[in-house]
């Protein structure tokens, strides 16, 4: 099994597809390498790729204060995108560039194995479990490959639709308490 450390380098020099052409950073992902909890949302923004941090921009704010609301603590859990490299312009990543990504992701959910893993969003919860609509599915508990998931919005749709905040921040506390 690969140490965090290890995967985090290898994602530094990834030449796979083209997003490495344009990144200034790669967005490998960060927290704690014991964490119960996974979150991936879909790609890197622009705040992203000039930190090589992920959920840094106004969705990070979003999702760090629905956490703290859900008692959950951003540095008890890892966090990571479906891609490592910001798309151009913030277009949604393609077939094929998280085709090539999803290794990385893989060696990360086998290194930190985490109870419960939480999509965020269409994107994420398409590359993970291979369903279509965030709406229907959120804040449903799902079992694949003996791994455990709940998918919940990604908190950029909660910028647009405040409506949606309480919801994400509920899905969160049920997300903290099926991850002890
Ligand atoms: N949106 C994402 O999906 N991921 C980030 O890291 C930032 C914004």
């Known amino acids: 099994m690969e140490e965090i450390e290890n995967i985090k ?4 020099k990834c030449e796979r597809c083209d997003l490495s052409n344009n990144r200034k950073n790669t967005v490998p992902g960060e927290g704690s390498k014991d964490a119960d909890i996974m979150i991936i949302g879909e790609a890197p923004g622009k705040k992203e790729d000039e930190t090589g941090r ?20 951003r540095s008890d859990v890892f966090i990571t ?3 490592k490299c910001r798309p151009p ?10 085709k090539k990504c999803r290794g990385y992701l893989e060696d990360q959910l086998e290194t930190i ?9 269409n994107s994420a919860l398409k590359t993970l479990l291979g369903q279509q609509r965030i709406s229907e599915k959120r804040g449903e508990i799902f079992e694949k490959d003996g791994r455990k ?3 919940t919005y990604h908190p950029a749709a909660t910028i647009y ?3 949606l905040r309480p919801e994400l921040i509920k899905d969160l506390e ?3 308490e099926e991850s002890r």
Do not use: Q, W
Not at 65 to 70: F, G, I, N, T, V
Not at 89 to 98: H, Y
């Open 174 to 176: 049920k997300i903290g």
């Open 149 to 151: 998931y709940m998918p």
């Open 54 to 73: 992920p959920f840094v921009g106004r969705a990070g704010k979003v999702l760090t204060e629905a956490l703290e609301k859900a008692g959950i603590k």
């Open 81 to 83: 995108n479906v891609v």
């Open 161 to 163: 639709n405040r409506k």
């Open 113 to 121: 194995e985490p109870n419960i893993i939480v999509p965020l969003g």
């Open 9 to 12: 380098e290898t994602i530094s």
């Open 89 to 98: 312009k913030n277009r949604d990543p393609k077939k094929d560039e998280i």
